[in-house]
């Protein structure tokens, strides 16, 4: 079983930056991907960002691409979400994901989930 912890969100205001974490442990495979993922009220659960294991395997959704950026600590097995320039339609719930090594964009691709941590960004 894999444990899948969220940290950092909270209200800023438009053009502020924001960095989430998410750290995983438990029955993890070094050769995962992890990826984060965003639920605003009433829309469905969209793509924000994904790295697999290798560094050069690093996706970004369309509606944030130029803004964020995705790191990883392997050795603290932790995931770095850097948004800047903020907007108010960013404003979620964000979401950490655990999958395989051929995980990538998709939702169901993802086998553990976080409990999410809220990103208000007023205007």
């Known amino acids: 079983q894999v444990q899948v912890v969220e940290s950092g969100g909270g209200l800023v205001q438009t053009g502020d930056s924001l960095r989430l974490s998410c750290t995983v442990s438990?029955?993890?495979?070094?050769?995962?991907?992890m990826g984060w993922f965003r639920q605003a009220p009433g829309k469905e659960r969209e793509f924000v960002a994904a790295r697999g294991w290798r560094g050069d395997n690093i996706w970004y959704g369309d509606s944030v691409k130029g803004r964020i950026s995705i790191s990883r600590d392997h050795a603290q097995n932790t995931v770095y979400l850097q948004m800047n320039s903020l907007k108010p339609e960013d404003t979620a719930i964000y979401y950490c994901?655990?999958?395989?090594?051929?995980?990538?964009?998709?939702?169901?691709?993802?086998?553990?989930w976080g409990q999410g941590t809220q990103v208000t960004v007023s205007s």
């Open positions: 994901a655990y999958g395989g090594p051929f995980a990538a964009s998709g939702v169901n691709e993802y086998s553990d």
């Open positions: 438990g029955r993890t495979l070094m050769t995962n991907t």
